[in-house]
């Protein structure tokens, strides 16, 4: 009968959230949820998520990134909605989808890397506090909250932040290649309308 095959040819939308925090601690309930709808999704179906982070770890950031690309891996449209951030590792999510909606106003962006840790050796010094760490590697521990912090440990730390926006600006330029990566990987942020 004509119903039933307009059910059955009727494409499905899945929809789901993803409300980042810094750690990006929600992708264990993403990989559940991303499993779940490539194990029901027939061809033709989409995904729609809704996003909304201000970025945070690298790793957990990418982790969830990569869980979103399983989605394309099985042949699934992916639109990814964001009503007020995609920042940064949040960002790094969205260069996944197909097609990416924003509100007028939300923020995108923030292609960068930051580091940063207090400092309180001079304090726990003038406190008499010595505090003995044991590593073994050059650079087991370049930047800690207890230790005087060198030249060279400023180097490295400067390296090794390179080296993750290398590798972030890269997965973006994949993605997105009909970005300039050159002039937006700076670490700013833009609204819909730019």
């Keep these: 009968n ?3 095959a307009a059910v059955v040819g009727r494409k499905n939308l ?51 990134a990569a869980q979103l690309k399983r989605f394309k891996d099985a ?13 940064s590792g949040g960002y790094m999510m969205c260069c996944i989808a197909d097609h990416i909606v924003a509100s007028p106003f939300a923020v995108l962006g923030s292609i960068g890397v930051i580091s940063d840790q207090p400092n309180v050796y001079e ?13 073994a590697g050059k650079y087991k521990r370049t930047i800690a909250p207890i ?9 490295k730390s400067k390296e090794d932040v390179e080296a993750i926006l290398k590798l972030f600006s890269g997965f973006v330029a994949s993605n997105r290649p009909i970005l300039d990566i050159e002039n937006v990987a700076t670490g700013e942020t833009w609204f819909d309308q730019d």
Excluded at 123 to 135: D, M
Excluded at 147 to 155: N, Q, Y
């Design 2 to 4: 004509e119903d039933h």
């Design 14 to 64: 899945f929809v789901t959230t993803f409300p980042g925090d810094t750690t990006a601690s929600q992708v264990k309930e993403l990989r559940e949820e991303v499993t779940a709808i490539v194990r029901s999704a027939k061809p033709g179906d989409e995904v729609l998520l809704v996003l909304e982070s201000g970025g945070g770890t690298v790793t957990g950031y990418g982790l969830a």
């Design 75 to 87: 042949n699934l449209k992916l639109t990814i909605c964001v009503e007020q951030v995609a920042a």
């Design 123 to 135: 304090r726990l010094k003038k406190e008499g506090i010595e505090f003995q760490t044991v590593t």
């Design 147 to 155: 230790k005087k912090v060198t030249t060279e440990d400023l180097e």
